[in-house]
DNA sequence: AATGCAATTGCAAATCGTTTGCAACTGAGG
DNA sequence: CCTCAGTTGCAAACGATTTGCAATTGCATT
């Protein structure tokens, strides 16, 4: 849920400590997510970056995105339609419900979900290595209803 | 679940109460969907249509599947990485664990599941609409089962 | 601070899955 | 058979993402 509690995690030391080098692109591209709440896409990133550094190019976002996926630092979605977006992957785990008409992505977990989950994939005979959860909805009509 | 005790669904005279044209390639596309347990892309849709008619081509099978799935008559799935891939629609809904190894698909189902997910979109204040719950993971290797 | 070189970049072109414009073709009601 | 809107195959266009390559840059080393 994006605890606003959370440590900011240091990607920069995290990066050097993998002996991946820190460029002025990354260092832009970084700082973007962790200022960022939402679930923006590579176009969206690379346009905040661009109101930073006018060079930055679109690839070298693809290319963090990937690179940083590697690392465990960011989490890719592909939500039904769009393109990629992504998050950082600091906070708890959790799984989203996407408004059909506003596009708003809510975050939500349950963990008796996740522990049905562990038990049908024990049941088959496998082990979850990760999983999508995402719902697809729309606001409840407040129709005296209840 | 593809129960073999379900009634083969009439997909032509569906279709023709949708005023939609029974041609051809989509007289063999049908049958092709109406004969698969698994769960093909379009290119293996297509190489199995060509097998059949050599004249068929990738669009038509593109534009058939479209055209089935505003129907409601398949359903289509973006599992992670490869391309969309396809099922009937005439069985009961369930969700995919799928083996990060092999590739297979494995079809399950959880009302409990179902129900939480209800639920928890309802505190929410949103009606599902539809959803997606894919699990990945390998077999388990100790305790053998099946 | 200057050097050396592999890592990284921007750019353009390529890739992948899918969609689309269009002229030719065809299903099905008359 | 006729007719004609629906449908097709083909090629070209598409959107998202990746990649080859030459130029640039971080940073370990003097
Ligand atoms: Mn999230
Ligand atoms: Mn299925
Ligand atoms: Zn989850
Ligand atoms: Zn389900």
Same mark, same amino acid.
């Not at 990133?45 to 690179?67: C, E, G, H, N, P």
């Not at 039904?80 to 785990?93: K, L, N, T, V």
């Given at each position: 849920?994006?605890?606003?509690?959370?440590?900011? *995690?240091?990607? #920069?030391? #995290?990066?050097?400590?993998?002996?991946?080098?820190?460029?002025?692109?990354?260092?832009? !591209?970084?700082? !973007?997510?962790?200022?960022? #709440?939402?679930? *923006?896409?590579?176009?969206? /990133?690379?346009?905040?970056?661009?109101?930073?550094?006018?060079?930055?190019?679109?690839?070298?976002?693809?290319?963090?995105?990937?690179?940083?996926?590697?690392?465990?630092?960011?989490?890719?979605?592909?939500?039904?339609?769009? *393109?990629?977006?992504?998050?950082?992957?600091?906070?708890?785990?959790?799984?989203?419900?996407?408004?059909?008409?506003?596009?708003?992505? /809510?975050?939500?977990?349950?963990?008796?979900?996740? #522990?049905?989950?562990?038990?049908?994939?024990?049941?088959?005979?496998?082990?979850?290595?990760?999983?999508?959860?995402?719902?697809?909805?729309?606001?409840?009509?407040?129709?005296?209803?209840?």
């Amino acid at each position: 849920m994006n605890h606003s509690a959370q440590t900011k *995690p240091d990607y #920069e030391r #995290e990066l050097r400590r993998a002996g991946v080098r820190i460029t002025r692109p990354r260092r832009v !591209i970084l700082d !973007i997510l962790a200022a960022t #709440e939402d679930h *923006p896409d590579a176009m969206e /990133i690379f346009q905040r970056a661009s109101t930073i550094d006018k060079s930055i190019s679109l690839s070298t976002v693809y290319r963090t995105m990937k690179l940083l996926e590697g690392m465990g630092a960011i989490h890719r979605h592909a939500f039904e339609g769009g *393109p990629a977006r992504f998050e950082q992957a600091s906070g708890d785990h959790h799984d989203h419900l996407i408004d059909l008409d506003t596009g708003d992505v /809510i975050e939500f977990h349950s963990n008796r979900i996740e #522990e049905l989950q562990d038990e049908i994939a024990r049941e088959l005979g496998y082990e979850i290595v990760h999983h999508r959860l995402e719902l697809y909805g729309r606001r409840r009509k407040a129709s005296a209803r209840k």
